[in-house]
């Protein structure tokens, strides 16, 4: 993809860029207290695995198998899930990098689209003092499962809100990438710690170390 300049907003990803990663393991136990609240007290490794991220198909099949609305199954994981990222955030084990602190001096409008759940990514703007002009985060529904990124539709929806034309998104994985070039826009990878060893299929517009070089980009 062509390098362009003169980018008139900038877009985040959130988990990995602007915040430290959840640790596994407290997803792994959100995910078995899911299932705990609907009736299902010992799931499968297998199972807990799935829910952590499924396609639609792979949820209706675990849900019938227990005998449970999907719906509720889904309501009660992504409930796990945000109740956990907000402890986490809450006791300081979930924060944001130090260079997030860029953000304020960029001089475009700025906007988050994250595979979290929408309301984590409202937790984490006021626990994490984030300021940014537009957020989207994923809907607790079926649907909100097949809208994820690579999907571009929340990415899409930020640029209609934003109402620019030439912005870049920045992100730590190959969904971002793939949601950037599904939407027709630059992605800037930013490589964190935790991303050192981790192979790119597709080749971003901008490889970045910290968001501090954004402002030589922007």
């Not at 807990?48 to 198909?57: N, R």
């Not at 979930?94 to 309301?119: C, F, G, M």
């Not at 730590?172 to 950037?180: E, K, Y």
């Amino acid at each position: 993809m062509g390098t362009r300049t003169a980018y008139d907003a900038v877009i985040f990803d959130n988990d990995g860029v602007l915040t430290t990663p959840t640790d596994r393991d407290v997803l792994v136990d959100a995910m078995a207290d899911a299932f705990e609240s609907v009736g299902v007290a010992d799931p499968s490794t297998d199972h807990i695995e799935t829910l952590l991220s499924p396609d639609v198909s792979s949820l209706r099949q675990i849900a019938d198998g227990h005998g449970i609305d999907p719906n509720d199954l889904w309501r009660a994981r992504e409930d796990a899930a945000i109740a956990a990222q907000l402890a986490e955030l809450r006791a300081g084990r979930k924060r944001h990098y130090d260079d997030v602190a860029t953000l304020e001096s960029l001089s475009t409008p700025t906007a988050i689209v994250s595979n979290n759940q929408h309301e984590t990514i409202g937790n984490v703007l006021e626990h994490c003092d984030l300021a940014v002009d537009v957020w989207y985060g994923r809907e607790p529904t079926l649907e909100g499962i097949e809208r994820k990124k690579p999907t571009p539709y929340y990415l899409e929806r930020a640029l209609a809100d934003l109402a620019v034309e030439n912005p870049l998104f920045v992100g730590d994985s190959r969904v971002d990438i793939a949601a950037a070039d599904a939407a027709g826009i630059d992605a800037a990878f930013i490589r964190r710690d935790h991303r050192r060893e981790y192979d790119l299929s597709s080749e971003p517009a901008h490889e970045i170390e910290s968001l501090e070089a954004l402002l030589e980009l922007v």
